[in-house]
């Protein structure tokens, strides 16, 4: 079995999918206005966090101006704002900010991974890139091996999640729990900007997923 050291060296000189490596590129290249003096990462992202986790985050992809900026996952956007404010919350994250990939911040109990590990073009990666793509997750969740709860934001990554552990999908809803065996899947809303400005995802109704996954993995 491969390290996760060794794995994320793999993600990041990852070029399988020839769209997705030129659209990360392009916009590490051209930028925009407001990260203009900023040099952008432009690469494949690994996951993150305690290796020994019992908790596994899965997104759907990296942000074109918030991970594939900094070099991590849920980093310097408004999604990985809201992520380690409740993590901090909840004990999962030393700190309640992500904003730049030597920040200090330190995940307790809890690793962040995604479906697509770049930055797809209008966040829609095809089903090719996804497929294109599984096998980092699966070699992740070999590696990973205390893991007891999947918390699935969106139903991208949940679709995903299933296919990773080869289980029967359900009706995808918020703060849902789905029990295999040893394993059980959250889901939740994915705080992007469209769930969490219209509504849809509440700071109430976020941070009582993570109160959920607390319970169940003591």
Known sequence: ?????SLNKEIKNCKKCPRL?????DVAKNKVRRFADQNYYGKPLSGFGDVNARLLIVGLAPAAHGGNRTGRMFTGDSSGDWL???????????????QTSDDDLVLNNAYITAAVRCAPPQNK???????????????????????KVIL??????YETTCKLLNVKQEKFGHNKLFEYNSIKILT???????????GRLTW???????????????
């Open 204 to 218: 109430r109704e976020w941070s009582r997923v993570f109160q959920n996954a607390k319970k169940i993995i003591k």
């Open 125 to 147: 990666p095809t089903r090719e890139e996804m497929e294109a793509c599984f096998d980092f997750l699966r070699q992740e969740y070999k590696i990973l091996e205390n893991i």
């Open 84 to 98: 380690a404010k409740v993590m901090h919350k909840h004990g999962f994250a030393s700190i309640p900010t992500s």
């Open 152 to 157: 699935c934001l969106g139903k991208i990554a």
């Open 21 to 25: 490596s030129k659209y990360i590129r």
């Open 188 to 198: 939740s809303y994915h705080p992007s900007k469209q769930n969490t400005q219209t």
């Open 1 to 5: 079995m491969k390290s996760i050291s």
